[in-house]
């Protein structure tokens, strides 16, 4: 265990030790007897302090808060799956707001559903319109843009599919308030820290954790790149939603691009959650494989410490 324990100072052989002074002077025996006053004060002083892990575990803990879990939770309320204020005592405007913040982001990322469907917006082709052309009972003929492919392989079920996703995060993290992540997070720090070697250290966590942050924001902005890229390359047609005005045209292109960087956020912000997730459980197995090794936990106790469901 790192630091000694205060326990190991015995204060009652001390202190009988400096009372065994020689009494051949009073001037002796009063410094004899200022020396004893003084070392046990020290030495109660010494002994009254918690012990060292409880200031070295709360300090772990707290790190992995402030570096890992506050951004992450911010991140996540940001989405609508977590909120940062308690609903139990909270205000009924507060609590209005906050219902309001999800209806918001879900009715944003329905209206991305449907302004892609509308502009036809697809990523693997550049011209996702095919010219269709339709006879009325007059004779007349008329020519439309619709989209190319299958509504419902194209848009219909991936839309569908990445509904149900955000919405089965929302019932993990919000109704059911799972802590699972945070709870393995909090273990793995602590792991890192009474570790004795050098493969698992707590600014390594950061580090890995910090370049799946980094790799996520890498993919969004990439994704919101090719978006502008492939507005400019085709300007958006909005089928049967195509506005009469040229502003609200451009309205319409910008909320394209916005609606659909917000979905990609949803999409990376899953993968990113669950990849952390394998990464510290794969941290946690090993970092207990070095502890078996070091003989610093036996067999039996860290088959045990796996055994709830973190």
């Known amino acids: 265990m790192i630091g000694r324990n205060p326990r190991c100072y015995s204060t009652p052989n001390l202190v009988h030790i400096t009372t ?32 060292v892990d409880a200031f070295s575990t709360s300090a772990v803990l707290h790190y992995c808060k402030r570096k890992i879990l506050v951004p992450y939770q911010r991140f996540l309320s940001l989405l609508g799956w977590r ?28 209206l991305g ?28 003929v008329d020519d439309r843009l619709v989209c190319k492919g299958t509504v419902l392989g194209l848009y219909a079920i991936p839309d569908l599919l990445h509904l149900a996703s955000y919405c ?7 109704v059911c308030e799972s802590e699972q992540l945070q709870i393995l997070m909090e273990r793995v720090f602590l792991q890192a820290f009474y570790s004795r070697s050098n ?75 669950y990849s952390i997730q394998c990464q510290l459980l794969n941290s946690f197995i090993r970092g207990l494989c070095e502890r078996v090794r070091e003989k610093s936990i036996c067999l039996q106790e860290a088959v045990k410490v796996t055994k709830p469901d973190v």
């Open 168 to 174: 089965y995060t929302y019932y993990l993290l919000r």
């Open 83 to 110: 909120s940062q204020i308690a609903t139990e005592d909270a205000h009924v405007c507060t609590l209005f707001c906050v219902r309001m913040h999800v209806l918001v982001v879900v009715l944003f990322t329905l």
């Open 20 to 51: 065994h002074g020689s009494s051949s002077s009073s001037t002796a025996g009063l410094t004899s007897s200022d020396e004893t006053t003084g070392s046990a004060e020290v030495i109660r002083n010494i002994t009254e302090l918690p012990p």
């Open 199 to 273: 493969f698992i250290t707590q600014p390594k966590l950061v580090s890995t954790l910090r370049i799946f942050l980094g790799l996520s924001l890498g993919w969004i902005a990439l994704s919101t790149a090719i978006q502008v890229l492939h507005v400019a390359a085709e300007y958006p047609f909005f089928t049967w939603m195509q506005p009469s005005s040229s502003d609200a045209e451009v309205v319409l292109i910008v909320l394209l691009v916005l609606t659909t960087t917000w979905n990609d956020v949803i999409h990376v912000t899953i993968i990113m959650s």
């Open 113 to 140: 559903y449907v302004l892609q469907y509308a502009a036809c917006f697809r990523r693997d082709v550049v011209d996702g319109y095919k010219l269709f052309t339709v006879e009325t009972a007059d004779g007349i």
